[in-house]
């Protein structure tokens, strides 16, 4: 029991059931605070990362308060990976929505009725529909969870009208505390979310956005799949992972390159049948190290613990999007890459892209802006993470030791006459031409073309012969996304010069570049803890576990981390529990898992013990 007056009440409460149903020791930043605030009847907006631990700050309150929680989520594909996770719990949790058989449906309202569900997840829709509504109405309820909350946001990406009407439950239900989640949102979407569901009371928690086990790393784009292999070899071998292109049919090649290659590689985009997508997304869930190349169709409430790194093999629309697609990598925790090549047609394609886009004038404004930030990520030379942090409103260090730039901080070289030079390129031929046209020029190459063009007479022909071609389609690459040129709409890559060229053109401005240098890899073999150092014989053990996981997650019909996380695993490893005493105290082992599984983890560590003496 809580102590009255104590300065949180129900926090004990909630520690509590943090460690005896989930297993874990302590709350990570701001939870405690949130549950306590939910537990006291009142509430919350809650803006946190992908992975920050959104779900225990309404599944602890609807455990501690009486009645039932629900919680509103738009993933129905989700849902049951949910469900059974918190049944493996032994938290007594059901869902409704349009996948349930009539015998399953009728199975949770006989549940629901008797009281006998802690949290029941709902599809937004059921709420529109006729009787849902007096149903809640019977029941008596805990909480409700309001997820993706940015759905109910008309401008964003991931609108759901059904979302607007989810103000009804305050109104129905004024005295039921409402939490609601979102992993992306600016202040608009903020104040939409407040306003279209009525959370004006709510105390925001907006905590950080910071993902210290996500190394970030840029590189230039050179042979593509070779350093993608490469990456993956040294890496990431027999890691999970997800590989992003930006069309379909790359997503296709790139996997079945991949597939060639040894890796099992599936591919994912919104032109496959809904039944392939839906199985390469259950074999990504349910077998260990499968790769998925997708377009950005696949990621939205993909709830894996253990994706261990994610490749951008072009360049996203926007840092939102790339932090977005990125922050799916090491919820667990453990160490995770998010690595992407970029170069300079990236930048002529997605510029193109945009202008030729059907939106408005003012919404093809907003995004040139978002690429523009997002490029200017790409050719900082500074901290990528705390560029990241800073887009975002929070503060951050100079260094945070954890990207390539503070890893391996990339040389810069002044770079203005270089860019006087090709900007005059530009000019004097015509604002017309192409990157591969204009080098030809600055080179001084006699080619077909340029002899026709009768560009060999041009004040700037050959003036570049200096610097290799490689290091000028730098110069180029790096002037383009910084705004000094502009790309034609005509489809052939003709730059123009903006008016950000003239200072530089006149000698007022000098300008710093980047050297682009060959990644070098900053780890030998895999990212994930389990290889560091790991001695044989601890390797035996784990492997040993992973096998009994997966015999598990075969028998209960769920993916093996519903089991247990790697980090449990690896946890059991280094802990050596021979009792179920000692198993609890292993970070991810609650009551419910200790008696569901328990056992046969501790035979097989037993087993392993005995053989060691
Ligand atoms: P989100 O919904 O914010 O993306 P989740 O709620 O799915 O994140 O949590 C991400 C992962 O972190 C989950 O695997 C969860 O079990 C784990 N987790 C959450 N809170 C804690 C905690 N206090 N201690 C240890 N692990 C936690
Ligand atoms: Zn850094």
Not at 315 to 325: A, R
Not at 398 to 413: S, V
Not at 574 to 592: D, E, I, T
Request: proline letters at 4%.
């Amino acid at each position: 029991m809580d102590q009255p007056g104590t300065e949180f009440p129900g926090l004990e409460s909630a520690r509590k059931v943090l460690r005896t149903v989930f297993g874990y020791d302590d709350f990570r930043g701001a939870q405690a605070e949130i549950i306590v605030e939910m537990i006291n009847g009142r509430n919350a907006l809650v803006l946190m990362p992908t992975g920050g631990g959104k779900s225990l700050c309404y599944q602890i309150p609807a455990l501690l308060r009486d009645g039932v929680g629900i919680v509103i989520s738009p993933l129905i594909a989700l849902m049951q990976d949910q469900v059974d996770a918190l049944r493996a719990a032994g938290v007594r949790a059901g869902f409704i929505n349009s996948s349930l058989s009539a015998e399953d449906y009728q199975q949770v309202m006989r549940a629901l009725r008797s009281g006998e569900l802690d949290l029941l997840y709902l599809a937004p829709e059921r709420l529109s529909q006729p009787g849902t509504l007096e149903l809640l109405s019977s029941l008596r309820i805990a909480l409700f969870a309001i997820d993706e909350a940015h759905c109910v946001s008309q401008w964003g990406h991931d609108f759901r009208a059904d979302y607007l009407s989810l103000n009804v439950l305050h109104q129905r239900f004024p005295h039921v505390p409402r939490i609601a989640l979102t992993a992306t949102a600016d202040a608009a979407t903020r104040e939409e979310i407040i306003n279209r569901l009525e959370l004006h009371d709510a105390r925001h928690f907006v905590t950080g956005f910071d993902r210290p086990n996500i190394q970030y790393r840029i590189t230039q784009k050179r042979n593509p799949r070779v350093q993608l292999l490469d990456f993956l070899r040294r890496e990431h071998n027999g890691d999970a992972g997800i590989v992003y292109c930006l069309s379909r049919k790359k997503t296709e090649e790139t996997a079945f390159w991949l597939e060639q290659q040894g890796f099992t590689a599936l591919p994912y985009h919104a032109g496959l049948s809904a039944a392939e997508r839906l199985r390469n997304q259950q074999r990504f869930l349910r077998e260990d190290g499968v790769i998925v190349v997708a377009t950005i169709a696949f990621g939205m409430g993909i709830d894996k613990p253990d994706v261990r790194f994610i490749v951008h093999l072009d360049l996203p629309k926007s840092i939102e999007s790339y932090y977005q697609e990125t922050g799916r990598a090491g919820r667990d925790g453990e160490p995770a890459t998010a690595w992407m090549v970029y170069g300079l047609q990236d930048v002529i394609k997605l510029r193109q892209m945009m202008d030729d886009s059907q939106g408005g004038e003012h919404f093809k404004r907003l995004e040139r802006i978002r690429l523009d930030a997002m490029l200017g990520l790409c050719e900082i030379t500074s901290c990528r993470r705390q560029a990241l942090r800073q887009y975002f409103g929070e503060e951050a260090p100079d260094q945070c030791g954890n990207c390539d730039a503070c890893l391996n901080p990339a040389p810069t070289w002044d770079g203005t006459l270089a860019a006087q030079k090709a900007l005059s390129c530009v000019y004097r031929t015509g604002q017309r031409f192409g990157v591969a046209y204009l080098i030809e020029v600055l080179s001084g190459l006699e080619s077909e073309r340029v002899l026709q063009n009768g560009h060999t007479h041009l004040s700037t022909f050959g003036i570049g012969r200096d610097i290799d071609k490689s290091q000028w389609q730098s110069v180029y690459r790096q002037l383009v996304a910084r705004g000094y040129m502009g790309v034609d709409h005509n489809g052939f890559g003709g730059l123009y010069l903006t008016s950000k060229a003239r200072p530089v053109l006149k000698g007022e401005e000098a300008i710093r570049l980047r050297e682009d240098v060959q990644e070098v890899s900053s780890r030998t073999s895999k990212t994930s803890r389990a290889d560091v150092g790991m001695l044989p014989e601890d390797r035996r053990l784990f492997e040993s576990l992973r096998i009994c996981r997966k015999k598990l997650a075969e028998q209960y019909d769920v993916p093996p981390y519903v089991i247990f996380h790697d980090a449990t695993l690896l946890d059991m490893v280094h802990l050596r529990p021979l009792n179920a005493q000692q198993l609890l105290s292993v970070n991810g082992v609650g009551q419910g898992k200790l008696s569901k599984y328990g056992e046969e983890f501790l035979r097989i560590i037993n087993e392993h013990e005995l053989d060691l003496v």
